[in-house]
């Protein structure tokens, strides 16, 4: 349950990776599909370390070792399916008061369990998909409202339904109505202990909707209509914002080909009503009136290294007043891709930022690529905290900007596959808001950097 559990599966894995012989990819080999069972596993294990931290009462810098192993399996009776996943999260090393939570550490957790229904033809149309029936990971569109992101240890996991169906053609429904795991242990002391404890799922927050996707609607585009309803409720033990939201919107995006120009467009409204604090005595229903706002327009280059450079900007609303509540939330989003690395770094999220900027992408040979992206960071609202910093100026003097972010990776498949190492960096040159509002800590600027070691077997 320490160390040396952690240790037992990392060496098994290995074990796998050099062995090979006999393991069966889930759903990809002639094991499985003759056994009708399949098994598939990865272990990662990620150094990190960051200086200059922007968030108020975390500590100036901090370092962690964290490991991810997951093993997958599944059972196939032919139209029906069981599918089951175990994570074992946990992290070691981090600071006392480290900004490291619930979602780097979360020891050998089942974190999906359901039946799945395979389905084909639906409403006259010929296709194919799945309904999923018990606990399971979701993504939808984007990911920025709904995503399993990888960089996460310990995603979020859902109990309930969800439907998933694409037609002949590429046309795509996914339906979810769920409720949301808590992850626990979640006190500083069992999560820095790594100590097992099982999630709960959470009886007080309701979670549903879906999204339809038009493939090739409008030149060689896909068109997405979405919307997703969050009804929350205080319960024994657990205060809430009793957010009732409801997030409708819609996205136009053109996937990334060499020699073309691809582009996304997406954008959000959010309504409902929410508390201003979790606090008992705040019994104010504030009327909720935000949104967000994403565009993105590249170019892939279609010779040597494919380099694909892309410019973008987004935006998502902040601020909040005595009757309005004007503060985007991202549901169950992902940020890794749009806003670089998380855990203890991660200051930017989509709440109460405006953010341009520039990247490149490239890939030198099958096992080689790279990235590097510049962004701008910017307050929407300059008398809301900065998306996920909590740092804040009420009277709105410290102005709007936050600085100017620069991050970049590099990753290398040293066994094709099966065996690939990554390296990434992040320097947050801090604005006047993140140096000048008064409860931003004097730390300079904000220096990340991580090491990351993956095997899939």
């Known amino acids: 349950m320490k160390t040396g559990y952690t240790a037992m599966l990392s060496g098994a894995a290995f074990a796998l990776l050099v062995g090979g012989a006999g393991t069966a990819q889930a759903g990809s080999g002639k094991d499985a599909d003759a056994t009708g069972f399949s098994i598939e596993g990865s272990v990662r294990a990620r150094a990190e370390v960051v200086e200059g931290q922007v968030r108020p009462n975390a500590p100036d810098s901090d370092a962690m070792l964290s490991f991810r192993t997951l093993i997958t399996a599944s059972y196939d009776f032919g139209g029906v399916h069981i599918t089951g996943e175990i994570d074992d999260a946990r992290s070691y090393f981090q600071h006392g008061q480290s900004t490291a939570g619930?979602?780097?550490?979360n020891a050998l957790e089942p974190l999906q369990a359901y039946l799945g229904i395979d389905l084909g033809t639906v409403a006259d149309q010929k296709g194919k998909g799945v309904l999923r029936l018990g606990r399971f990971t979701a993504s939808s569109g984007s990911g920025r409202l709904l995503d399993r992101p990888d960089?996460?240890?310990?995603?979020?996991?859902?109990?309930?339904?969800?439907?998933?169906?694409?037609?002949?053609r590429g046309d795509r429904l996914q339906l979810?109505?769920?409720?949301?795991?808590?992850?626990?242990?979640?006190?500083?002391?069992?999560?820095?202990?790594?100590?097992?404890?099982?999630?709960?799922?959470?009886?007080?927050?309701?979670?549903?909707?879906?999204?339809?996707?038009?493939?090739?609607?409008?030149?060689?585009a896909n068109a997405e209509v979405f919307a997703y309803g969050l009804d929350e409720r205080d319960r024994a033990g657990r205060a809430t914002r009793n957010r009732d939201l409801f997030t409708f919107g819609g996205r136009v995006n053109r996937a990334a080909g060499k020699g073309k120009l691809d582009f996304e467009l997406e954008g959000a409204l959010q309504r409902g009503t929410t508390r201003g604090s979790t606090s008992a005595s705040d019994v104010l229903d504030r009327k909720v009136r935000a949104g967000m706002a994403n565009v993105?327009?590249?170019?892939?280059?279609a010779s040597g290294w494919?380099?694909?450079v892309t410019a973008f900007v987004g935006y998502a609303s902040g601020d909040t007043s005595a009757t309005d509540y004007r503060r985007f939330d991202p549901l169950f989003?992902?940020?890794?891709?749009?806003?670089?690395?998380?855990?203890?770094?991660?200051p930017a999220s989509w709440s109460?930022?405006?953010?341009?900027?520039?990247?490149?992408?490239?890939?030198?040979?099958?096992?080689?690529d790279f990235s590097v992206k510049a962004r701008k960071f910017m307050l929407a609202s300059a008398t809301d905290s900065f998306a996920a910093t909590s740092v804040r100026d009420a009277s709105g003097a410290s102005g709007r900007d936050a600085g100017t972010q620069i991050e970049g990776r590099v990753r290398n498949w040293l066994v094709p596959k099966r065996l690939r190492v990554e390296a990434g960096a992040a320097w947050l040159a801090k604005g006047r808001f993140l140096t000048d509002a008064p409860n931003a800590p004097a730390t300079g600027d904000m220096r990340f950097g991580y090491l990351t070691l993956s095997t899939f077997f």
Do not use: M
Not at 102 to 105: L, P
Not at 151 to 164: E, T
Not at 333 to 346: A, I, K, N, T
């Open 102 to 105: 619930t979602s780097e550490s």
């Open 151 to 168: 960089w996460s240890n310990s995603p979020n996991s859902f109990l309930g339904a969800n439907l998933d169906w694409s037609s002949k």
């Open 176 to 220: 979810i109505a769920v409720r949301p795991f808590d992850k626990l242990p979640s006190d500083r002391a069992s999560i820095e202990d790594n100590q097992v404890e099982l999630d709960r799922a959470n009886a007080g927050v309701h979670f549903w909707g879906g999204s339809f996707t038009r493939a090739k609607a409008l030149a060689g």
């Open 296 to 301: 993105e327009i590249g170019y892939t280059f």
């Open 306 to 308: 494919t380099p694909r």
């Open 333 to 346: 989003g992902g940020r890794r891709g749009d806003y670089g690395p998380l855990s203890l770094y991660g």
């Open 352 to 368: 109460n930022i405006v953010s341009p900027g520039i990247a490149l992408e490239a890939k030198p040979s099958k096992a080689w």
